[in-house]
């Protein structure tokens, strides 16, 4: 099987732009594809409170039922602030496109650098996490631990290549599995708690450290991990069916409900059962074998569910990294390829980038959870308080009706992520959150020199400096000898240079342009009049986006036009001043002569403009 149709059986067939609208999540399929990670946070939240607290001795455990109120306190808040931004934002209001918008450029790039970490994150904890759940209840598996973490990310890449619909439709039923199976954990404890069946004390267990105010915020932000993905849903706006910001609010508001009732209950329980935790077994591992018994079928089910959910969580990062992705390199601010859509409808490049990123993160902790929890929330965290105070400034601007309520929300929101920041990055800083705080302003400044490449080369290669041309237009001879066709990506300096090379050895020359769907034709065909007037530009559609086939196909109907004679097919180009810089940009270029190679075409030439 060749290496496309291998691609066909694990992807499936391209699928043409036209379809785009149709690839749409109803608000079942878009509860399951963007709220995962949220949801999923309920089989790991409890446990990293209760992780902290055990150090204080048993006493300080039940501590964890306060703190989780906290949280879900600041959970409401953080929801309803999100609402107020996919109301204003309905196109779609990420926290780069808020903070850029509304607090500047480098407030936007911090925002956009520290999601792009917390999305890693999210696919390496929520790996981590679904292959602690497994072994938890298989012990034989732990040697596997990083192996098997590879393989689910693999798998979870694959599922998001086939396309967002068939993901939807993929995540639908584990994401309701595991809500339906934790109510279900939760109303059998809750029942048998009620009838005398739940110890009635925690074990002695002797503190090693002193309950400080300090060391409860610490248990604090440690479970603000529930919070992690809840921005998903701003962020994919785009994602839903029309009308997709009413239909994002409501799903926006359906997750926290569910997420709040299923952190509470899963806490309270931990608490009336008096669960400590133990290594190599999960808390909600803990729970059900505390509450159904270790042969309950019903508790295997519960394994297998926060296995599932916990790889879907996964998948909220494949949701959004690759659209974050998008408007970052749209904006030339990452690699020009991030912002291309694959076969599936789906940004395919950032799906690839997104898994490599956390598959090398799962084998440098080696699939520890608690490794790279410390490192967690401080990327959200700072994108909450950004968008949020973004937010604050655009009601301010806009001044629409009732925006002084808009305000004072997204104000609070504002506060209150800001403290939970703070509190996070101070009392995760050792154990690893300075990692994530040096990492922040490295990726800005990556951003930023990213940016600076692609001006420079923008600027080189205007044609704003080029006087119009005044070429007559060449007379058509009735025996052509020496054809030649050249590829014209953009019109630029470099390609007004590989024309004037057409002319100088060619007695026809046709000029061709690939439009897959995001250019501006009129636009286009305006400065082709204004610079080369004399060469006619055939605009070829490419329905599936591709580049490389419409122009194999016109070159091979153009040779059988013209039997034996030989013709030219130039190829544009331009050399960057690094050899590095290069991976910066497509090279369509060099993919087009590898294909024409394979044709037979027999003359390929390559102008090269040297920046």
């Not at 779609?92 to 407030?107: D, F, H, K």
């Not at 279900?184 to 009635?200: C, D, N, R, W, Y």
């Not at 990692?435 to 044609?463: D, E, T």
């Not at 910066?584 to 075409?601: C, D, E, G, I, V």
Request: aromatic share 10%; with cysteine; glycine share 8%.
């Amino acid at each position: 099987m060749s290496l496309s149709g291998l691609k066909r059986v694990l992807v499936g067939e391209s699928l043409p732009t036209s379809a785009h609208a149709e690839e749409r999540l109803s608000n079942a399929a878009a509860l399951a594809v963007l709220s995962s990670d949220a949801l999923s946070s309920v089989a790991y939240a409890t446990e990293e409170i209760l992780l902290v607290l055990v150090a204080a001795g048993s006493a300080a455990l039940s501590l964890s039922l306060p703190i989780a109120a906290t949280i879900i306190l600041l959970l409401g808040i953080v929801i309803l602030s999100y609402r107020q931004t996919i109301k204003a934002y309905p196109m779609g209001g990420g926290s780069y496109i808020v903070a850029r918008e509304n607090l500047g450029l480098y407030p936007g790039l911090v925002a956009g650098g520290s999601l792009l970490i917390d999305y890693i994150l999210t696919v390496t904890v929520s790996i981590s996490a679904a292959t602690a759940a497994l072994t938890s209840a298989i012990p034989a598996l732990q040697p596997y631990t990083v192996g098997l973490c590879v393989i689910f990310i693999f798998l979870v890449m694959l599922a998001n290549l086939r396309g967002v619909r068939e993901s939807g439709n993929i995540f639908m039923v584990p994401t309701y599995a595991f809500v339906v199976s934790i109510f279900v954990l939760i109303a059998i404890g809750l029942f048998k708690q009620f009838t005398g069946h739940s110890p009635e004390a925690y074990p002695a267990i002797p503190a090693s450290e002193s309950l400080t105010l300090f060391f409860v915020l610490r248990a604090f932000s440690a479970g603000c991990t529930a919070l992690t993905g809840v921005e998903a849903i701003s962020d994919g706006v785009l994602a839903f069916k029309p009308p997709e910001w009413e239909n994002a609010r409501k799903t926006l508001l359906y997750m926290g409900v569910v997420l709040g009732f299923m952190f509470i209950g899963i806490t309270y329980l931990a608490r009336s059962y008096h669960i400590v935790p133990e290594e190599g077994q999960t808390a909600v591992s803990l729970l059900g074998r505390q509450i159904l018994g270790d042969t309950n079928p019903f508790y295997y089910f519960i394994q297998i569910a926060t296995l599932l959910i916990l790889l879907l969580a996964a998948n909220t990062s494949y949701a959004d990294f690759p659209r974050l992705g998008y408007f970052l390199a749209r904006d030339g601010f990452l690699p020009r390829q991030l912002a291309l859509l694959g076969d599936r409808l789906v940004y395919s490049n950032g799906i690839i980038v997104l898994s490599i990123s956390a598959a090398l993160l799962i084998m440098v902790f080696k699939g520890e959870v608690n490794a790279i929890i410390p490192l967690y929330a401080v990327g959200v965290f700072t994108s909450f308080t950004l968008s949020q105070a973004g937010m604050v400034v655009h009601w301010y601007k806009e001044k629409a009706p009732n925006w002084v309520a808009g305000a004072v929300m997204n104000g609070l929101g504002t506060t209150a992520t800001a403290v939970v920041l703070a509190v996070i990055v101070t009392t995760k800083f050792s154990g690893g959150a300075w990692l994530v705080v040096v990492a922040i302003p490295l990726l800005v400044g990556l951003f930023v020199a990213i940016n600076r490449h692609y001006k420079y080369v923008a600027q080189r290669l205007s044609l704003q400096d080029l006087p119009p041309r005044n070429y007559i237009p060449r007379p058509k001879t009735e025996v052509v000898t020496h054809p030649a066709i050249v590829i014209v990506g953009q019109l630029n300096r470099g390609t007004v240079e590989a024309l004037d090379y057409a002319r100088s050895i060619a007695d026809e020359i046709v000029a061709i342009n690939v439009d897959i769907g995001n250019a501006d034709r009129e636009k286009l065909q305006q400065k082709w009049q204004q610079f080369v007037p004399d060469i006619p530009l055939h605009l070829l559609d490419s329905p599936y986006r591709s580049v490389v086939e419409p122009i194999l196909d016109f070159v091979s109907e153009y040779e059988d036009k013209h039997p034996g004679v030989l013709f030219t097919v130039i190829i544009p180009t331009f050399v960057t001043r690094n050899w590095w810089e290069g991976f910066l940009h497509n090279q369509t270029a060099f993919f087009l002569k590898q294909s024409l190679r394979a044709q037979k075409s027999r003359v390929v030439t390559t102008v090269r403009y040297y920046l």
